[in-house]
């Protein structure tokens, strides 16, 4: 055995798998054949087993550095373990029908098998680290992993790139309508598609549900905003499903100035905001404007908890009206925020609440202080009317919900018959089951329940079949113009539309309403009880005492 060989041979293969500018796998295996030569090893295996129960049913990784096709008889192996069950396995092969090694040999051949299950395993924890760190439960490439591709290409390479926060559309319908094994699939080939769309080096990661992140050369983006537009995606035997997505995309130019990634991420976020916003479009390209519009809302988070603290917000209330008799029946009462230097819009304040569970915390100090008005004005002795206070979506993943509404109307000792809650009918995809259990419980301690903007949304009648509401809303959208005949499709869409709803047992209330000759067609098409402009704009607390205290509105009030 030529013995400087070998040692010259050790010490390449030492140095090439301790490499610090990155290991040349080819380079080792090469070192290890003609180590494999010296030592007389006709075939060299190496296994990796990442759990105990793998390796026990045998299927691991397998190297094999060397194999020259040869017969063997006999063979040396070795093994050893790491934290975790994760352990390593190396056999080799003498070559039947020639001399057996010996024991230098024996020893020298477990040298190098050390050498080579202490690499094998070092860069195989190294891949199972950055494997569980860098991808969620389901093997998707991670938001660490996203922030972690920004920061490594820095400035200068994420020039003529493209960031995008994305979201797939409904897709809580594709899984109700495909089933969840199906849907998986459906969701992995998609994300697949959109990648490989983005060209080399682009990465999708997943934020949690369907939500996503994505970066991209811009060369490329065309193609992936039109698999963003709509793509049919096999599953199941030879069918296929559309998926969409609503996405807000950062185009990083020579004129931005990096500041890290979670710059880029905020932007992106301001586009998807947007974009969800559904007004301007389902794909968003941040701007100046978005900008703008991130900076205000970022001055809006800062200063809604000292705007709570001073009572800054106040709680302003919109008359309901009885259209046949022009009655004051009831109001809703809406948040107007008053600062030194002016009024912040509804507009401005409540979409960005909505983005967070601050949304939550303004519904509850509203109700506080609605009940605060109640229990004074009994107390002066006024005839006191149902007020409704809005809460949000968002307290749908709250378990007390409805503890934490009944402490705070009986904290001050208001009866329950004159709150109604309102909720939103916006969303496409109502949690039914939750919402139930919440208007049922309303209604069980007294408390009417509404829902709002009726006809807006995804499952409209859906809602009011399975849902046992007091109340309903009608969106002014569904107000026939004063332009319009009866015979109009608007006009027989809201005369149907209030007949519908009385016949379920469910009052009515019509919102919009601004003039005159709407007033005088709710009341032909049957229409009760009607809010809006024609009538009272919200009105703050002293000047709707004034018209609770009056009951009675004007017949020509325009």
């Known amino acids: 055995m030529d013995d400087l060989a070998y040692y010259e041979n050790?010490?390449?293969?030492?140095n090439a798998m301790t490499e610090h500018t990155g290991v040349d796998i080819d380079q080792v295996y090469a070192i290890l054949r003609n180590l494999c030569g010296i030592l007389r090893v006709c075939k060299g295996v190496t296994e990796f087993f990442s759990s105990e129960a793998q390796e026990r049913a045998g299927k691991?990784?397998?190297f094999v550095c060397y194999d020259s096709g040869s017969e063997s008889d006999m063979s040396i192996s070795d093994r050893t373990t790491m934290p975790g069950g994760i352990s390593a396995r190396c056999q080799v092969y003498?070559?039947?029908g020639i001399e057996p090694w010996n024991e230098q040999e024996k020893s020298r051949i477990t040298t190098v098998m050390h050498l080579v299950i202490g690499f094998l395993s070092r860069s195989r924890l190294n891949h199972l680290v950055e494997r569980l760190t860098m991808h969620d439960e389901q093997g998707y490439k991670n938001f660490l992993c996203f922030k972690s591709r920004i920061a490594q290409m820095g400035g200068e390479k994420l020039i003529h790139h493209a960031a995008i926060r994305f979201n797939l559309k409904h897709f809580s319908v594709i899984n109700e309508e495909i089933g969840r094994e199906d849907s998986n699939v459906v969701m992995r080939r998609y994300i697949d598609s959109l990648e490989e769309a983005?060209?080399?080096g682009a990465i999708v990661c997943r934020l949690g549900g369907d939500n996503y992140v994505m970066l991209c050369d811009q060369d490329y983006l065309g193609v992936v905003i039109g698999q963003m537009e709509g793509a049919p995606i096999p599953f199941g035997e030879n069918e296929r499903i559309t998926v969409s997505a609503t996405a807000g995309i950062f185009l990083i130019n020579e004129d931005y100035g990096y500041n890290g990634p979670e710059d880029i991420i905020e932007r992106i976020m301001s586009a998807y905001g947007a974009a969800k916003a559904g007004s301007n479009g389902?794909?968003?390209?941040?701007?100046?404007?978005?900008r703008i519009n991130r900076d205000k809302a970022a001055r809006i988070k800062k200063l809604f908890p000292i705007a709570l603290k001073n009572e800054e917000i106040q709680v302003y209330y919109q008359p309901k009206i009885n259209v046949q008799n022009n009655m004051l029946i009831g109001a809703e009462a809406l948040s107007r925020w008053h600062q030194d230097d002016g009024i912040v819009l509804p507009d401005d304040f409540i979409p960005v609440l909505e983005q967070s569970m601050d949304i939550c915390r303004l519904d509850y100090y509203v109700l506080e202080h609605v009940c605060r008005d109640i229990n004074r004005w009994l107390n002066e002795g006024r005839q006191v009317v149902r007020i409704s206070v809005n809460i949000s979506r968002r307290h749908m993943i709250e378990e007390d919900i409805l503890y934490h509404i009944l402490d705070i109307i009986d904290m001050y000792d208001v009866p329950h018959e004159y709150i109604e809650i309102e909720l939103?009918?916006?969303?496409?995809?109502v949690e039914f089951k939750k919402l139930k259990?919440?208007?049922?419980?309303l209604q069980e301690e007294g408390i009417f329940a509404a829902v709002d903007d009726f006809g807006m949304g995804y499952s409209s009648l859906n809602l009011i079949r399975d849902i046992p509401w007091n109340v309903i809303k009608v969106d002014k959208c569904f107000v026939p113009l004063d332009t319009e005949k009866d015979e109009s499709a608007r006009s027989v869409m809201f005369k149907n539309m209030v007949n519908?709803?009385?016949e379920m047992g469910r009052e009515c209330v019509t919102e919009g309403v601004e003039t005159k000759e709407q007033v005088r067609k709710l009341r032909s098409h049957g229409s009760v009880v009607a809010q809006g402009y024609y009538y009272d704009r919200p009105l703050p607390t002293s000047e709707f005492e004034k018209r609770m205290d009056m009951r009675y509105y004007p017949e020509d009030n325009d």
């Open 10 to 14: 050790l010490e390449k293969l030492a």
């Open 60 to 62: 691991g990784e397998t």
């Open 94 to 96: 003498h070559e039947a």
């Open 198 to 200: 983005g060209g080399e």
């Open 282 to 290: 389902d794909i968003i390209f941040f701007n100046d404007m978005l």
């Open 424 to 429: 939103t009918e916006t969303t496409t995809d």
């Open 437 to 441: 259990d919440i208007v049922t419980g």
């Open 500 to 502: 519908m709803l009385h």
